[in-house]
């Protein structure tokens, strides 16, 4: 197999230029390459390839790629399009919940995300969403969704539907 190259960057102390509020380093790793872009007009950022990890406090993120906005703290992560779909997948975890998704967006100083094309365990059933969001006290806001206790969450035999749902005080699979 390929070596993995981690990389852990300390929390910038709060008189940062940045001004970043985070108070956990940021540790990623990635199976590929790293590119680390200097732009004074958009930001400075860093992208991740292939089989990309980035971890902060309870957080972790998987996927194929995964571009770290550093002047905004915002983790934004994608996979790659295959003859059979979707490879690297993005995967988001934090304590007991977690999503995947087809793009994924998250923000570690706000502790909010954003999620297309989601999917989540939950309780004894399933969610699928065309856009889901998520704020810091883990209430989920879903557009374009469903739930269902049916296994095949992709072609469910039956199913609730929602233009838009909240989810509020839920302890996650």
């Known amino acids: 197999g390929a070596d993995t ?39 400075d950022s860093s992208t991740l390839f292939g089989n990309a990890r980035v971890q902060y406090d309870d957080a972790t993120l998987t996927a194929h790629q995964i571009a770290i906005l550093q002047e905004i703290d915002e983790l934004r992560a994608q996979g790659t399009p295959s003859d059979t779909g979707l490879v690297g997948r993005p995967e988001f975890q934090q304590g007991a919940e977690g999503f995947s998704g087809d793009r994924l967006a998250f923000n570690l100083r706000t502790e909010r995300g954003r999620v297309v094309g989601a999917q989540t365990a939950m309780d004894e059933g399933y969610i699928r969403a065309d856009v889901v969001k998520i704020t810091e006290d883990s209430t989920i806001y879903a557009q374009g969704g469903l739930y269902t206790t049916c296994e095949c969450i992709e072609d469910p035999s039956y199913s609730l539907h929602a233009n838009r749902m909240k989810i509020v005080d839920q302890e996650w699979v």
């Open 5 to 43: 190259t981690e990389i852990e960057l300390p929390a910038p102390p709060p008189s940062s230029a940045t001004g970043s509020g985070l108070e956990q380093p940021v540790q990623f790793s990635s199976q590929d390459s790293l590119v680390i872009f200097f732009d004074e007009q958009r930001g």
